[in-house]
Nanobody
């Protein structure tokens, strides 16, 4: 399973970005898909996850109401729509995949999101 994340960049506070994650080597429909992030000098943390079975979504409190995870199984692609971005959202964002949202087995290479004026 290979994951390719894209869509990061520089955005002003209050702005929006959409991250994408393309899966190859496996049918994404059978995988739980998620996003982690790691800010400079901080530990990596989970952001959001979506199950493969019924599409249940999970969000950490610090992104609830601002970020939306979605998936397009037909195109083996997952998305993270990020709205109302804050400077503290600055981090490298990693897409992940696994059998459930309880653990990530496969990781993408990361895409950098910088929120700054």
């Amino acid at each position: 399973v290979q994951l390719q994340a894209s869509g990061g960049g520089l955005v002003q506070p209050g702005g929006s970005l959409r991250l994408s994650c393309t899966v190859s080597g496996f049918t994404m429909a059978y995988l739980a898909m998620g996003w982690f992030r790691q800010a400079p000098g901080k530990e990596r943390e989970g952001v959001s996850c979506m199950t493969s079975t019924d599409g249940t979504t999970y969000y950490k409190d610090f992104v609830k109401g601002r970020f939306t995870i979605s998936r397009d199984n037909a195109n083996n692609t997952m998305y993270l729509q990020m709205n109302n971005l804050k400077p503290e959202d600055t981090a490298v964002y990693y897409c992940t995949a696994g059998p459930s949202c309880n653990g990530a087995e496969f990781w993408g290479q990361g895409t950098l999101v910088t929120v700054s004026s």
